[in-house]
């Protein structure tokens, strides 16, 4: 029997070890469980066996079904369907699955192979009163069977159990072929006599997924030709079972996929700032959501903190949210204001559709002004910690929500002083169905608060560490939504470790641009990177001032790099080529690139700005 198809991720299961004896087993817990099925008579002719059966067995059959049923994941269907037979209907069961489980309309793969998923039993202790009970020796061979049943199954296309599979229907164990079937299933020797084993084949929507054993002690009356009919209908509903779980699970998997491409893999380390973020779903099943972050380096050294809330739960809103943040990155490089950025995010989602509803708060930062612009569209505001240990919500208009239409956003530029923190965060953080938004958000005060009194006076606590002091406060019942957090660490660049000028755009404004290194490199005591720094300089200034019509700006930055940033009002963005010999141009931005660590070009809203990063010497 083959049927080919490619591995598959499979929903988590509960696989059976190699073990050498019956305690290795999973099996039948040594304690009654409160389940919704009739009262079991493992010992008697009644029940299901007879007299009443049939009215038994259906009531059987209906808390059984409904008991599998409630199942999500594989673990869940396939315990269901133990606990549901175990010990009404069979005093053992093993449950077989395809290894891997074929996934929809996928081809299972060649050879096809089963695996042990579960075995379930009667405990001793409460199948026969006492441990010590001399009807122990009645057990036959169902738990030997049990102790060494074979993990994996490889199954023969012409074998006797490939025959029984594709019967579909269960079968005694009695006749020739259902022997050697459950000898090639289980690798047990000896088995059952009489009707106490019974074979069932698990057949999802499209093909038998397994099989099912469910087995009877020799001290318990045997099968009836009517228990055929109960373990068909406990075979077909684990097996939609099983399907729906695997589907169920490749959604999920191809959700969790989806979130994760929709949100940045690792912070960019701009100059002047630490990063750190969460991201956590509302729950195992909605793990898909619209809340994302972002941070993107901008030109001059700054840097755009972004949070944003796509509404609802689903693919759909996890695919606009992916949507809304490329819209976001591409007006960031275009070094628009916030208030524009919201604005043509704005006019991005109506085109979307007319329910394409989210917030969002853009903020720039600028680590050499140690200043912050930043503008809000309707979401929660973010909370600013200072050094000192106090907090402060930031005093942002809260505008109209993203796809609205029509609306004016407002820019706030305030101070950022360093050290101090800022908090984003989307409304899964401070709001739930026990509080509102401005509660959550002065319990997030408190938070910080008391994270601020652990640490030293005047110091500010570890960022990654205080990202997850900040999550606590939601507690497990709390979470009715997604939570996306990012906080930012301002640190700041020093007046002293900044050089700025602006040139006129005249050749002559190269020598200063040069004077301007040398002063302060000597200042910084990076005499060794001179001669370089200057040579590029005037590479650099010297195709500005050749071009520009308004003065060209000239800016060193001392961090654990030396950056230099030349922006002038050309908006034409410099593009390396190899100069022919007879050029007379075109080596500048070669030698640029032969020897700074990085550079780039970035067009901004009044022309460009060039930059490049020298490392310092040892």
């Given at each position: 029997?083959t049927d080919?198809?490619?591995p598959?991720?499979?929903?988590?299961?509960?696989?059976?070890?190699?073990?050498?004896?019956?305690?290795?087993l999973?099996?039948?817990?040594?304690?009654?469980?409160s389940?919704?099925?009739?009262p079991?008579?493992?010992?008697?002719?009644?029940?299901l066996?007879?007299?009443?059966?049939d009215?038994?067995?259906?009531?059987?059959?209906?808390?059984?079904?409904r008991?599998?049923?409630?199942?999500?994941?594989l673990?869940e269907?396939?315990?269901?369907l133990?606990?549901a037979s175990?010990?009404?209907?069979?005093?053992?069961?093993?449950?077989?699955?395809r290894h891997?489980?074929?996934?929809?309309?996928?081809q299972?793969?060649?050879p096809?192979?089963?695996?042990?998923?579960?075995?379930d039993?009667i405990?001793?202790?409460?199948?026969?009163?006492?441990v010590?009970?001399?009807?122990?020796?009645a057990?036959?061979?169902?738990?030997?069977?049990?102790?060494s049943?074979?993990?994996l199954v490889?199954?023969r296309g012409n074998?006797?159990?490939?025959?029984?599979?594709?019967?579909?229907?269960?079968?005694?164990?009695?006749s020739?072929?259902?022997k050697?079937?459950?000898?090639?299933?289980?690798?047990?020797?000896a088995?059952?006599?009489?009707?106490?084993?019974?074979l069932?084949?698990?057949?999802?929507?499209?093909?038998?997924?397994g099989?099912?054993v469910?087995?009877?002690?020799?001290?318990?009356?045997?099968?009836?030709?009517e228990?055929?009919?109960?373990?068909?209908?406990?075979?077909?509903?684990?097996?939609?079972?099983?399907?729906?779980?695997?589907?169920?699970?490749?959604?999920a998997?191809?959700?969790?996929?989806?979130?994760?491409t929709?949100?940045?893999d690792?912070?960019?380390?701009?100059?002047?700032?630490?990063?750190?973020?969460?991201?956590l779903?509302?729950?195992?099943s909605a793990?898909?959501?619209g809340?994302?972050y972002?941070?993107?380096?901008?030109?001059?050294?700054r840097?755009?903190?972004?949070v944003?809330d796509v509404?609802?739960?689903?693919?759909?809103s996890?695919a606009?949210?992916g949507?809304?943040?490329?819209?976001?990155?591409t007006?960031?490089?275009?070094?628009l204001p916030?208030?524009?950025?919201?604005?043509h995010?704005d006019?991005?989602?109506?085109?979307?559709?007319?329910?394409?509803?989210?917030?969002?708060?853009?903020?720039?930062?600028?680590?050499?002004a140690?200043r912050?612009?930043?503008?809000?569209?309707?979401?929660?505001?973010p909370?600013?910690?200072h050094?000192?240990?106090?907090?402060?919500?930031?005093?942002?208009?809260?505008?109209?929500?993203?796809g609205v239409?029509?609306?004016?956003f407002?820019?706030?530029?305030?101070?950022?002083?360093?050290?101090?923190?800022?908090?984003?965060?989307?409304?899964?953080?401070?709001?739930?169905?026990?509080?509102?938004?401005?509660?959550?958000?002065?319990?997030?005060?408190?938070?910080?608060?008391?994270?601020?009194r652990?640490?030293?006076?005047?110091?500010?606590?570890p960022?990654?560490?205080?990202?997850?002091?900040?999550?606590?406060?939601?507690g497990?019942?709390?979470?009715?939504?997604?939570i996306?957090?990012?906080?930012?660490?301002?640190?700041?660049?020093?007046?002293?470790?900044?050089?700025?000028c602006?040139?006129?755009?005249?050749?002559?404004s190269?020598?200063?641009?040069?004077?301007?290194?040398?002063?302060?490199?000597?200042?910084?005591?990076?005499?060794?990177?001179?001669d370089s720094?200057?040579l590029?300089?005037?590479?650099?200034?010297?195709n500005?001032?050749?071009?520009?019509?308004?003065?060209?700006s000239?800016r060193?930055?001392?961090?654990?790099?030396?950056?230099?940033?030349v922006?002038d009002?050309v908006?034409?963005l410099?593009r390396?080529?190899?100069?022919g010999?007879?050029?007379?141009?075109?080596?500048?931005?070669y030698?640029?690139?032969?020897l700074?660590?990085q550079?780039?070009a970035?067009?901004?809203s009044t022309?460009?700005?060039?930059w490049?990063?020298?490392?310092?010497?040892?």
């Amino acid at each position: 029997m083959t049927d080919p198809t490619p591995p598959q991720p499979v929903a988590r299961t509960a696989d059976v070890p190699a073990f050498a004896d019956s305690s290795g087993l999973p099996h039948a817990r040594s304690e009654p469980e409160s389940v919704e099925q009739p009262p079991a008579r493992p010992a008697s002719g009644e029940g299901l066996n007879g007299g009443t059966g049939d009215n038994d067995r259906l009531r059987f059959v209906g808390a059984a079904t409904r008991r599998i049923a409630r199942g999500l994941d594989l673990d869940e269907i396939v315990l269901g369907l133990c606990r549901a037979s175990v010990p009404t209907f069979s005093d053992a069961i093993l449950v077989y699955l395809r290894h891997p489980l074929p996934v929809g309309d996928e081809q299972p793969v060649t050879p096809w192979v089963l695996k042990l998923r579960r075995t379930d039993r009667i405990p001793e202790a409460l199948a026969l009163g006492s441990v010590g009970d001399p009807r122990a020796d009645a057990s036959g061979p169902v738990l030997p069977m049990l102790a060494s049943a074979t993990p994996l199954v490889e199954v023969r296309g012409n074998g006797p159990l490939a025959e029984v599979l594709r019967g579909v229907r269960p079968v005694f164990v009695e006749s020739q072929v259902p022997k050697a079937a459950l000898r090639e299933l289980t690798g047990a020797v000896a088995l059952p006599e009489g009707q106490r084993a019974i074979l069932a084949p698990l057949r999802g929507r499209r093909r038998v997924i397994g099989a099912a054993v469910f087995l009877r002690r020799p001290d318990r009356p045997s099968f009836e030709a009517e228990d055929l009919q109960v373990a068909q209908q406990l075979a077909t509903h684990s097996a939609l079972g099983v399907d729906k779980a695997v589907l169920y699970g490749r959604e999920a998997s191809i959700a969790d996929e989806l979130q994760r491409t929709m949100l940045p893999d690792d912070l960019p380390q701009p100059t002047g700032v630490r990063l750190a973020s969460r991201y956590l779903p509302a729950a195992q099943s909605a793990r898909v959501g619209g809340d994302w972050y972002d941070a993107i380096p901008l030109p001059g050294s700054r840097v755009a903190l972004v949070v944003g809330d796509v509404m609802g739960h689903s693919t759909t809103s996890a695919a606009i949210m992916g949507q809304l943040r490329t819209t976001v990155q591409t007006l960031a490089g275009l070094d628009l204001p916030p208030q524009e950025v919201l604005h043509h995010l704005d006019e991005q989602a109506q085109r979307l559709g007319t329910d394409r509803m989210a917030t969002c708060l853009y903020a720039v930062y600028d680590p050499v002004a140690h200043r912050i612009t930043a503008a809000n569209a309707g979401h929660p505001p973010p909370v600013l910690l200072h050094v000192d240990g106090s907090t402060e919500v930031l005093d942002l208009p809260p505008n109209a929500p993203i796809g609205v239409g029509g609306v004016d956003f407002e820019t706030v530029e305030l101070a950022a002083p360093a050290g101090a923190t800022l908090v984003l965060y989307t409304d899964g953080l401070v709001e739930s169905r026990s509080r509102d938004v401005m509660t959550g958000v002065e319990h997030l005060r408190g938070r910080l608060a008391e994270i601020s009194r652990l640490v030293r006076p005047n110091s500010a606590a570890p960022l990654e560490p205080l990202c997850d002091e900040i999550l606590d406060i939601v507690g497990p019942g709390d979470r009715d939504d997604d939570i996306a957090l990012l906080a930012a660490r301002f640190e700041g660049i020093a007046p002293d470790d900044v050089a700025y000028c602006r040139l006129d755009p005249r050749a002559e404004s190269v020598r200063e641009a040069r004077r301007l290194v040398r002063e302060s490199l000597a200042r910084w005591e990076l005499g060794e990177l001179e001669d370089s720094v200057e040579l590029l300089v005037s590479e650099v200034v010297t195709n500005a001032v050749r071009y520009a019509e308004r003065p060209v700006s000239v800016r060193l930055l001392r961090t654990d790099v030396l950056r230099c940033e030349v922006g002038d009002d050309v908006p034409q963005l410099p593009r390396l080529r190899q100069a022919g010999p007879a050029d007379e141009g075109g080596r500048g931005l070669y030698l640029v690139q032969r020897l700074a660590r990085q550079w780039g070009a970035t067009r901004l809203s009044t022309g460009k700005l060039v930059w490049f990063e020298m490392a310092p010497p040892p």
